[in-house]
């Protein structure tokens, strides 16, 4: 009877329900627990397992693009700087290079300031020569002429005079 009394007993504490329904129910849980484990749980977790590589996949390719963007700016910024730094050069170049053609245009210049004015001073120098020669040569005739007169006729030193000054407004005229 003790067997029979604990029996009722847990009969009691489970509400009424039989043994049998128990050892069904849990066979039931453990046949459908199989089964999800087997048809749900299995390819839920490769999903799950397809889904996590896809992720982690994602996150791989997102950091080796990273990683290449980060490469091809440091590349850029590297090439922009040589860039840079051969536009100065090019730039400086072209500065040196106008102050030497500067300096050189300006020397030309002096040389050919200097050589006009040589040539000026030569010329200068020549019509003076010419100027004093046909001077020289005008009072020569001039003194020619007055001793021709003076001997022609004497005259007093008043119409000598007033001879020359004629003759140094004749020769004045002439020029």
């Given amino acids: 009877m003790q067997l029979l009394s604990s029996g009722l007993i847990i009969q009691m504490s489970l509400g009424g329900l039989h043994g049998g329904d128990i050892a069904f129910s849990l066979a039931s849980f453990l046949i459908l627990l199989f089964l999800l484990r087997k ?14 590589n896809y992720v982690a996949n994602e996150i791989e390719t997102a950091e080796k693009n990273r990683a290449e963007a ?3 700016s440091r590349e850029a910024n590297e090439q ?4 840079r730094q051969e536009a100065q050069k090019i730039i400086e170049d072209a500065k040196k290079a106008g102050q ?3 300096r050189s245009i300006i020397e030309a210049a002096n040389q050919a300031a200097a050589r006009i004015k040589k040539s000026a001073e030569e010329d200068i120098a020549r019509e003076k020569e010419k100027a004093v020669e046909a001077l020289q040569a005008q009072v020569a005739t001039l003194s020619v002429q007055i001793a021709t007169k003076v001997i022609e006729k004497e005259i ?3 119409d000598q005079e007033q001879l020359i ?8 005229e002439e020029q």
Wanted: aromatic share 8%; net charge negative; hydrophobic share 35%.
């Fill in 39 to 52: 048809f749900a749980w299995g390819p839920l977790m490769n999903q799950m397992q397809k889904r996590e």
């Fill in 100 to 102: 030497e053609q500067e």
């Fill in 70 to 72: 980060e490469k091809a």
């Fill in 165 to 172: 000054s004629d003759y140094i407004k004749e020769v004045g």
């Fill in 156 to 158: 007093d030193a008043k």
């Fill in 80 to 83: 922009l700087k040589a860039t």
